[in-house]
């Protein structure tokens, strides 16, 4: 009997196609790199610091992975890459060291098992996380698995959201105690009840990076059902004013601090007019019991070394009675392939075959029955996988920085290896402890999430002009983090330091910390009493560089003088353009609005348009060398540069026309008169365009300053 084929959902196949060709082009010369790099990192195709080599990132909707899925993941990157599989910060799997070449074939064997990469980097709606438990947390509201799930949905291939000037981040979590972090979030939903129905807590324009900001909170309750309108009214506003020039300023809680949360949310009520529906319930399901294969009852505990440790750390009961989950400590969120496929056969036999990858680079497994977990351990332990402390300040996150990212400055991971040590010899107790995390990321962009840590680094270097000197360092931030009320906070900056000092420095932080601290005195409370000048005159002494060694001057890990090396990250550039081109790419959208306004997709039909109108609107004020970094500003200089001085005539009114879609729903009536004027109107810019080129002789280049990635 012939082996069954899997079926792939048609929509992979097709973009799996598209990235076929689309890389042929490139490979060949036929497709500009920067825009070639545009298109390829919607389709999780990041390049990294090594040349030649990509890093893949598989989209993994709240983090949920089957044990089939993870042994395909492990086949695949032993197959096509160096056998590693990084869990992330973002419930993600990456792996490193792919040549482009064999990207299609990943996601071909990806969407065998239900997976893909589409939109996982790129300026676009990235993966939704969610607290790790949601669905078995006993103190959850409801489980708001499915909520992220119908959002991923939504906006997954959505035209609203496949060009903006920068990504989106959402985050959902089960409980008050806000475990998915969606206080740094783009928009965060923490889920709650109100007269029995369900709704959430909702929390806009938060982020880290270089400038960090705590969220607004909007609403302290939004019915389910109206949810996903109103992102996508806000993804609206942010696609029409947000920033698309300057990179820096580029991301949503820049727009929402430049205009302030009221005008934000009044333009976000304005844009609503134009939705299809008002209302988008989400259908639920609720986890039901899961009975593990397995009958493990007959081993005991008492005699197994490190069994009670492990179990007061990383169990915990379920809502669900006569069940625990387990939380599995992964070093640095590193995998083998090996261990992976293993893995996933110890989860079929002692839990639900549903895992989830957590924020902290971990796994958690359910379902799993408390006379399982002495077997479930010692299976475990074969793995190396056994480690306590899931989610304590022994457990230390860190980006992959230097070891893979262009831009990594100095090394995370052998920081973080050290560190994690470090806590396990000097401070024991410290593996109990879960109010306070150290987090690191190779730069400032926060990867590692250093400024939601209660101690946090980034990457950062030392010069000393006097000895011609490059000292690898970390900034110190400390306060970050979340209290046990729900409570977020941005970490500040305190001091830099070379990077081989900071043992030294968290060793001193805890010092003093367990000298000092009041009766049931949180670390994050310990530093706002103090205040940062304490703490710089703390550690101050560890910035001396009269005393450096020839050990600080290497970074972890290396054996040499650290140089620094930092590339050009995948998220910024510039790109040429001509004209036409730009104008080809406006094309291509009105095809799209004519193609889906004849499947009936009407919501997607009227952006397509707007988006062709906005498209050929910015070629043309390029063509004059009118510089353009937002669709509100573009809408506005066309009708100055172009309609008012009478060069196009179709509408008197152009801005007025083409936000006409955010003034009534998509109706077949509406979107179909909308075409046809578009339709006239792009065909007048086009036939402007042809004049233009029949009394210049040739095209023209420009400078395209847009952030593409």
Excluded at 105 to 116: C, D, F, K, P, S
Aim: hydrophobic share 40%.
């Amino acid at each position: 009997m012939n082996k069954q084929i899997p079926t792939i959902n048609p929509l992979d196949q097709k973009d799996i196609d598209e990235l076929t060709r689309r890389i042929d082009g490139f490979s060949s010369g036929k497709e500009d790199e920067e825009r070639f790099k545009h298109y390829r990192l919607t389709r999780g195709v990041y390049g990294q610091r090594q040349l030649g080599v990509q890093m893949f990132r598989i989209k993994i909707p709240y983090g949920k992975i089957t044990p089939e899925q993870l042994i395909r993941i492990a086949d695949l990157s032993e197959q096509y890459t160096n056998g590693n599989l990084h869990l992330t910060t973002r419930q993600n799997i990456q792996l490193h060291y792919v040549r482009l070449a064999d990207s299609p074939a990943i996601w071909t064997g990806l969407a065998q098992v239900g997976m893909h990469a589409r939109e996982a980097c790129g300026n676009t709606v990235r993966t939704v996380t969610a607290s790790a438990t949601a669905g078995v947390n006993p103190k959850e509201a409801f489980d708001v698995s499915p909520y992220a799930l119908a959002v991923t949905d939504y906006f997954l291939r959505n035209p609203i959201c496949q060009e903006m000037g920068r990504k989106i981040k959402m985050a959902f979590s089960a409980t008050e105690q806000d475990a998915a972090f969606t206080y740094f979030h783009d928009f965060g939903f923490i889920a709650r009840k109100k007269e029995g129905r369900r709704g959430f807590k909702v929390l806009v324009g938060g982020g880290l990076g270089a400038v960090s900001m705590v969220a607004h909170t909007i609403a302290e309750f939004m019915p389910d059902d109206e949810i996903i309108p109103f992102v996508e009214a806000a993804i609206r506003v942010f696609d029409r004013y947000g920033e698309r020039q300057k990179r820096m300023k580029a991301r949503m809680k820049f727009l929402i601090k430049q205009l302030g949360i009221e005008a934000f949310m009044d333009l976000v009520e304005q844009e609503r007019k134009g939705l299809g529906r008002q209302r988008i319930p989400i259908p639920v399901v609720e986890e039901s019991a899961y009975e593990p294969a397995e009958d493990t009852s007959v081993i005991f505990s008492d005699s197994i070394p490190g069994f009670k440790t492990w179990r007061k750390t990383n169990v915990k009961p379920q809502k669900q009675t006569g069940f625990v989950y387990v939380q599995l400590h992964v070093p640095l969120g590193n995998i083998s392939a090996d261990t992976a496929r293993k893995l996933a056969l110890v989860v079929e036999k002692f839990a639900a075959p549903d895992m989830r990858i957590t924020v902290n680079q971990g796994l958690h497994l359910r379902f799993v029955r408390p006379q399982a977990l002495p077997a479930l351990y010692l299976r475990l332990q074969e793995l190396g996988l056994h480690t306590a402390g899931f989610d304590s300040t022994s457990d230390v996150t860190a980006c992959p920085g230097t070891d893979t990212c262009a831009l990594g400055v100095t090394n995370s991971t052998g920081l973080a290896t050290r560190l994690s040590q470090l806590i396990h010899q000097e401070f024991p107790e410290y593996v109990y402890e879960q109010n306070l995390k150290i987090k690191i990321s190779g730069c400032m962009n926060s990867c590692g999430q250093h400024m939601a840590a209660q101690i946090g680094f980034h990457g950062s270097s030392i010069r000393l002009k006097n000895k011609n000197w490059m000292v690898p360092a970390m900034q110190v931030v400390l306060g970050g983090g979340i209290l046990p009320d729900g409570r977020g906070f941005i970490a500040e900056k305190v001091i830099k330091l070379p990077t081989r000092r900071i043992p030294q420095a968290v060793s001193l932080l805890l010092t003093h910390y367990e000298a000092e601290k009041q009766v049931g005195e949180l670390f994050i409370d310990f530093v706002g009493r103090h205040g940062k000048r304490y703490f710089y005159d703390l550690l101050k002494p560890l910035a001396q560089t009269d005393t450096l060694t020839e050990e600080d001057l290497m970074d972890w890990t290396q054996e040499q003088r650290y140089q620094q090396s930092i590339g050009v990250g995948e998220c910024a550039g510039a790109a040429f353009d001509l004209v036409g081109t730009i104008l080809q790419d406006a094309q291509d959208k009105r095809s799209e609005a004519f193609r889906t306004f004849a499947a009936d997709k009407w919501d997607f039909a009227s952006y397509h348009a707007y988006t062709s109108l906005i498209v050929a609107a910015k070629a043309m004020l390029l063509s004059a060398d009118i510089a353009c970094n937002t669709h509100a500003k573009i809408l506005s200089d066309f009708q100055q540069h172009f309609v008012d001085t009478g060069k196009i005539i179709t509408v008197p009114d152009f801005p007025a026309f083409v936000l006409k879609i955010k003034d009534q729903p998509p109706t077949s009536a509406f979107v179909g008169a909308y075409l046809e004027v578009a339709n006239t109107l792009f065909d007048d810019i086009i036939a402007f365009r042809k004049n233009e080129l029949t009394r210049s002789g040739t095209d023209k280049l420009v400078l395209d300053q847009y952030y593409k990635a």
